[in-house]
């Protein structure tokens, strides 16, 4: 056996990826498993978009390679999308990079800005992403707490307190993945001004923007952003196209193509329609994501009223595809979400996977059925 590369020795298989062999495992001995930990939506992306996707299967340039930077139409609608719904002027030319999804835009940023024993700054709880494509490029996670008690935002007083001398990235995700936090302006000039002051690169992960969000805001659009800040976004969560795999990086033109530096080396561009499918999901009107919500938002009361029957306690003021509610004191967050799939056949998400920080949490996700949620419901009744 060829001895694997020492960097896989420092991260782990993703824990959804294990996790999810384990639930299809008790499905197969006939186990009637709920899924309620996966973000992942169920319903079926806009019919425009499916059509379009047909429709671009009959076009010659369907079956070549398509270029590193995207069709120019997809990224006319990326900066239409954008401006239309956060008044952030983007030139699709060079200010916009479309991705394969925006998990990949976050290997390729690391991979253009960081060399070995560069500090990262990760967000606790946040996606394990971050952390893992740090060690896998050799970086130096450094976690920053976020609590319950600051609106899981960080405290600047505390980060002022670790050495930022190493640090080139800093991941922040708003509205936050697992507990729905949303920033607000007054907090991005904050974190823009501290990014400048300490020279280091702002990259804000943004899908989750459109999922029961009433306040819609991108990094970008604070004054000076651009000099130290990017942004990465996605259609998987708005437009339900999660398998579709298209994302999109966001900012200054010299970041950009460092990055493309690496993506281009990395794959060779994404299939024709999909593209073309992409582009007519973007342009599509509000009536979209208005029924969505409708939809998300009747789902989302019944996985409080879930919550509640597992002595759980939570905020409604949140947005996103997840609930992040408080477990009972007295039990680990892995102990209690195993006991719930052991015993009631209910799979939800511990917070700990998320980080130190989500231990005494759990997340649910809102990507299941009314029915389904009802059913989970009984079950603990």
């Not at 008690?149 to 600047?156: C, G, V």
């Not at 200054?252 to 994404?270: F, H, P, R, T, W």
């Not at 905020?315 to 967050?333: C, R």
Request: charged share 25%; aromatic share 10%.
């Amino acid at each position: 056996m060829i001895p694997i590369a020492n960097r896989l020795h420092i991260t782990n298989e993703y824990y959804f990826s294990t996790k999810l062999k384990e639930v299809h495992t008790l499905e197969a001995q006939g186990k009637p498993i709920i899924n309620i930990g996966i973000g992942s939506p169920d319903l079926r992306p806009p019919h425009e978009v499916v059509e379009t996707l047909e429709n671009a299967l009959t076009s010659s340039k369907v079956h070549q390679y398509q270029s590193y930077i995207g069709l120019p139409e997809l990224r006319k609608a990326m900066s239409k999308f954008y401006k239309k719904h956060f008044n952030v002027s983007l030139n699709p030319d060079n200010e916009i990079l479309p991705l394969m999804g925006s998990k990949e835009g976050v290997f390729h940023i690391s991979m253009a800005f960081l060399n070995p024993g560069d500090h990262v700054l990760i967000p606790n709880p946040g996606y394990p992403t971050y952390e893992a494509v740090s060690k896998l490029v050799q970086a130096i996670p450094i976690k920053y707490d976020l609590c319950e008690e600051n609106n899981w935002l960080p405290d600047f007083s505390k980060l002022e307190k670790h050495d930022l001398d190493k640090v080139k990235i800093m991941f922040v995700n708003y509205p936050h993945m697992p507990t729905g936090a949303v920033a607000t302006e007054g907090f991005f000039k904050k974190l823009v001004a501290f990014a400048k002051e300490h020279k280091i690169l702002l990259v804000n992960d943004n899908p989750y923007s459109f999922i029961l969000n009433d306040t819609l805001i991108s990094l970008l659009k604070t004054k000076g952003a651009k000099d130290i800040a990017i942004e990465l976004n996605s259609i998987s969560k708005t437009f339900n196209m999660s398998g579709w795999r298209v994302g999109m990086v966001l900012g200054n033109e010299q970041y950009l193509q460092a990055i493309l530096k690496v993506k281009s080396n990395m794959d060779s561009g994404m299939f024709y329609g999909i593209q073309k499918g992409a582009e007519s999901a973007l342009l599509l009107d509000g009536k979209w994501l208005l029924k969505l919500n409708e939809i998300y938002r009747k789902r989302r009361e019944l996985v409080w009223e879930l919550a509640k029957k597992l002595n759980c306690t939570f905020s409604k003021n949140t947005s996103g595809l997840f609930v992040w509610a408080k477990i009972p004191n007295g039990i680990s967050s892995e102990m209690f979400t195993d006991n719930l799939l052991y015993k009631k056949d209910i799979f939800i998400a511990p917070g700990t996977v998320f980080g130190e920080n989500g231990e005494g949490y759990v997340r649910f996700s809102i990507c299941v059925s009314e029915e389904k949620i009802k059913e989970a419901i009984e079950r603990i009744n």
